[in-house]
């Protein structure tokens, strides 16, 4: 007859062999999947595989579970291209001949509204970042591109309550918002933000998206208007970044790899041959939101005339 103490022990040990058990079948399971069924620790990391380079080193990769392997791009010179974020066909020469001194002569209530608007927000900036370029611009990136992302969203929705085509601006300002990341992405290599300022960021990022999304809901026109401001005074801000490159108030560093590649720049480019990248993009933007705005004005949407793809 077995005492307590004796089918306590027994019941512990009982179920320790059914918990090794267990255990072995999820670590089998995870090698092999039973009847088409996979652990949820792998239904989407898949196992990493070891594989054989051309030089004949073992290299560990995804093997997903899906069937989605990883694309091995290369350049024209057949070297490996290295990013992620972008490949080798959305990479492009910038235009630099694009006159930088058009500007949009506010002259109805809106078009004011906006430009004294962008106005009264430039004298913050200047008294927060003062003659820190490197820094202004890393930190405006991460507000300039999300106009785009919220006007192509917007219409995005737009088009599928209305079953109708968006004559491509959906993928114009979409194109227009990683353009701008790429900015962001760029001048991470050039300077690194303090503490407080990824904290302003959240902050201005916040404000900025929800304040936008309603200001294009209430009037596209404002809101393009509003963009395209911006994007002057970026150009201002860039050309400051200029000069103060030419004076060697601002070290020229080399140019980031990311740039070279993503703006087909020569492998001795420097910091100052990025920032004229950077500011024909802006020019390009700006003429993009005032056209977009200008349809507006003419009583049009934007479906009606055809989006400039590839503009910049």
């Known amino acids: 007859m077995m005492t307590r103490g ?23 399971s995870e090698k092999f999947p039973v009847m088409g069924v996979r652990w949820r620790s792998s239904l989407t990391l898949g196992e990493k595989e070891q594989v054989n380079n051309k030089n004949g080193e073992d290299k560990q990769v995804v093997a997903s579970y899906w069937g989605i392997k ?6 024209e010179d057949g070297t490996p291209w290295k990013w992620n974020c972008f490949r080798p066909w959305e990479t492009y020469q910038a235009d630099l001949t694009i006159d930088l001194k058009k500007h949009h002569v506010p002259t109805t209530f809106l078009d004011k ?4 608007t962008v106005k009264s927000l430039r004298f913050p900036t200047d008294v ?19 106009p785009g992302m919220v006007g192509g969203m917007l219409l995005h929705c737009k088009s599928l309550r209305r079953f109708e085509h968006s004559g491509g601006w959906i993928k114009t300002l979409l194109d ?17 933000p303090r503490w407080y ?23 596209p026109k404002l809101a393009h208007r509003v963009v395209g401001y911006l994007e002057e005074e970026a150009i201002y801000s860039y050309t400051e970044f200029l000069k103060e490159l030419d004076k060697g108030t601002i070290e020229n560093v080399p140019a980031p790899a990311i740039a070279i590649d993503y703006w087909r720049l020569p492998a001795d480019s420097t910091l100052r041959d990025v920032v004229m990248v950077v500011r024909a ?17 003419q009583g049009h949407e934007l479906k009606d005339s055809p989006a400039p793809l590839g503009y910049h």
């Open 281 to 297: 993009d802006e020019a390009h933007h700006r003429d993009v939101n005032h056209f977009a705005s200008d349809i507006h004005y």
């Open 6 to 28: 004796t089918s306590r022990v027994a019941r512990f040990t009982t179920a320790g062999r059914l918990f090794s058990a267990v255990k072995g079948a999820a670590a089998e």
């Open 70 to 75: 990883g694309q091995e791009v290369k350049k």
């Open 176 to 192: 227009e918002a990683e353009n701008e990341r790429m900015h962001l992405m760029t001048f991470m290599e050039v300077s690194q």
């Open 128 to 146: 927060f970042f003062q003659r820190r370029y490197g820094c202004r611009a890393m930190m405006l990136e991460t507000v300039a591109a999300v």
């Open 197 to 219: 300022e990824r904290a302003l960021v959240f902050t201005v990022q916040g404000v900025f998206f929800n304040a936008y999304f309603l200001a294009y809901l209430a009037s």
């Open 113 to 116: 509204l906006a430009y004294w």
